[in-house]
């Protein structure tokens, strides 16, 4: 079993706070980052669709 310390001073309090809000914001920048990724591969499988083979319907 593994014994964590706790500690009640505030300087460690306020370490705790700032780390885990610094891991909260990286997570939001990744997941920002992951969807500019997702809408830029899908613009640019859009613009591939427009510009591939279309069938000439002769009369």
């Known amino acids: ?3 964590v ?3 009640n001073s505030p300087g ?3 370490e705790f706070y700032k780390s885990k809000v610094k891991g909260y914001l990286a997570n939001e920048r990744t997941f920002i980052r ?3 990724f997702s809408v830029t591969i899908s613009s640019i499988g ?3 669709l ?3 083979y ?4 002769s009369h």
Not at 54 to 57: E, I, S
């Open 1 to 3: 079993m593994i014994e």
């Open 5 to 7: 310390q706790k500690s």
């Open 12 to 14: 460690a309090q306020e």
């Open 34 to 36: 992951w969807m500019q």
């Open 46 to 48: 859009i613009a591939l």
């Open 50 to 52: 427009n510009f591939g």
């Open 54 to 57: 279309t069938k000439q319907n």
